[in-house]
């Protein structure tokens, strides 16, 4: 697995009609809120140019790409945070995720009622990150409650834990998330221990029509505006142009998608915004008959990169013999890149590259 994400919104922004379209799973798309009671999950192949082209030199028996798992959470509304709508239950799915793409309505369609109104990106984004906000406050408030208890009898971890909170708390208290705020070393442990939903980073997805898919339009300049404020990234998709993308054979995809002037589909432009929003890297294998592509995040030492193939990887790891790509292309094989010295052994501390090909030596 490479990285999961939880898709939310309010209903009707057209979570399930992208779900659908990224995943092909058929999760069921109406127009009512709170069609997605249980959330779907969809795994995807992270489309890789490079995986390929080491595939087509080396020839190996056993191909496998780099996946996301998409999970298509049910519609939040106001009150979400004290069970309103289908209340905390989804606020717990998001917990589990490493990041959240937010989608947000901007397309107006007199056909597909919006549960607040007119269409406005602003008001449905503060709606929805207020709801996170709200419940990582209660959140907080319970364990403020409880670390105080053990604070005031002497225990220094308590102390530091409680310190922590009550910062998180103060900024929460005037509307910053807390991915916004600078975290310590030290405060890493305990700031994990609280899985806070305002901690995850977040992809605005703006959902639009055909028409205005090439442009900026009113709607999407301001999700720009309110993604640049809070650090996020954005990505212009069209849900229905997507689900007829999916329905294609792979091999008419890309004249479907020049035909229309885009250069990529929005299920590869969701995937490069998530690996830039959580700066995410590929490296890649050769075990045994299988060629293999594995996501880490940047700067992931080698032995921690080796345990994502095998935990007795990570703990009898000797070094790593790393090629990277751009010397494999340039070398042709692998035997030849080995011959002109491009193959590199590196120890405990190196920090893993993207495009790295690493043969891990282990004693078990």
Same mark, same amino acid.
């Given at each position: 697995?490479?990285?999961?994400?939880?898709?939310?919104? $309010?209903?009707?922004?057209?979570? %399930?009609?992208?779900?659908? &379209? $990224?995943?092909?799973?058929?999760?069921?798309?109406?127009?009512?809120?709170?069609?997605?009671?249980?959330?779907?999950?969809?795994?995807?192949?992270?489309?890789? *140019? !490079?995986?390929?082209?080491? &595939? %087509?030199?080396?020839?190996?028996?056993?191909?496998?790409?780099?996946?996301?798992?998409?999970?298509?959470?049910?519609?939040?509304? !106001?009150?979400? %945070?004290?069970? *309103?709508?289908?209340?905390?239950?989804?606020?717990?799915?998001?917990?589990? #995720?490493?990041?959240?793409?937010?989608?947000?309505?901007?397309?107006?369609?007199?056909?597909?009622?919006?549960?607040?109104?007119? #269409?406005?990106?602003?008001?449905?984004? @503060?709606?929805?990150?207020? @709801?996170?906000?709200?419940?990582?406050?209660?959140?907080?408030? !319970? +364990?403020? &409650?409880?670390?105080?208890?053990?604070? +005031?009898?002497?225990?220094?971890?308590?102390?530091? &834990?409680? *310190?922590?909170?009550? +910062?998180? @708390?103060?900024? $929460?208290?005037?509307?910053?998330?807390?991915?916004?705020?600078?975290?310590?070393?030290d405060e890493q442990e305990i700031l994990a221990e609280a899985h806070l939903l305002t901690s995850k980073k977040v992809l605005y997805v703006a959902n639009v029509s055909e028409k205005v898919l090439k442009e900026d339009g009113a709607y999407i300049a301001k999700v720009r505006e309110t993604a640049a404020k809070d650090g996020s990234r954005v990505a212009v998709i069209c849900g229905d142009l997507e689900m007829e993308i999916a329905k294609l054979d792979p091999e008419e995809r890309q004249d479907f998608l020049e035909d229309l002037g885009l250069k990529e589909s929005g299920l590869q432009q969701i995937i490069r915004e998530g690996y830039a929003l959580l700066d995410l890297i590929t490296f890649y294998t050769t075990v045994g008959p299988e060629l293999r592509a594995w996501t880490i995040r940047r700067g992931t030492r080698a032995p921690q990169a080796a345990g994502r193939i095998h935990t007795d990887m990570e703990k009898g790891f000797i070094r790593a013999e790393i090629l990277h790509y751009d010397d494999f292309l340039e070398a042709g094989t692998v035997a030849a890149a080995r011959e002109k010295g491009l193959l590199h052994f590196q120890g405990k501390d190196y920090a893993m590259m993207d495009g790295d090909i690493a043969y891990f030596r282990f004693s078990v």
């Open positions: 697995m490479g990285f999961n994400c939880g898709i939310i919104g $309010l209903p009707n922004v057209g979570k %399930s009609t992208l779900f659908n &379209a $990224l995943t092909c799973a058929g999760a069921e798309v109406a127009n009512y809120p709170f069609c997605t009671i249980d959330p779907n999950a969809g795994i995807v192949r992270v489309p890789d *140019e !490079r995986l390929e082209r080491i &595939a %087509s030199v080396v020839k190996p028996p056993k191909v496998t790409p780099t996946t996301i798992e998409f999970i298509d959470i049910a519609g939040l509304v !106001r009150g979400a %945070s004290k069970g *309103e709508g289908l209340g905390n239950q989804f606020l717990g799915h998001i917990r589990q #995720v490493d990041a959240i793409v937010h989608i947000v309505r901007c397309f107006d369609n007199p056909d597909i009622a919006h549960i607040y109104g007119p #269409v406005d990106p602003v008001r449905d984004i @503060e709606i929805v990150n207020m @709801e996170l906000i709200l419940a990582d406050l209660d959140t907080l408030a !319970r +364990r403020i &409650a409880r670390t105080d208890k053990v604070a +005031r009898a002497g225990d220094k971890a308590a102390r530091k &834990a409680l *310190e922590v909170y009550r +910062r998180y @708390e103060d900024a $929460l208290k005037r509307g910053i998330p807390a991915r916004n705020l600078d975290v310590q070393e």
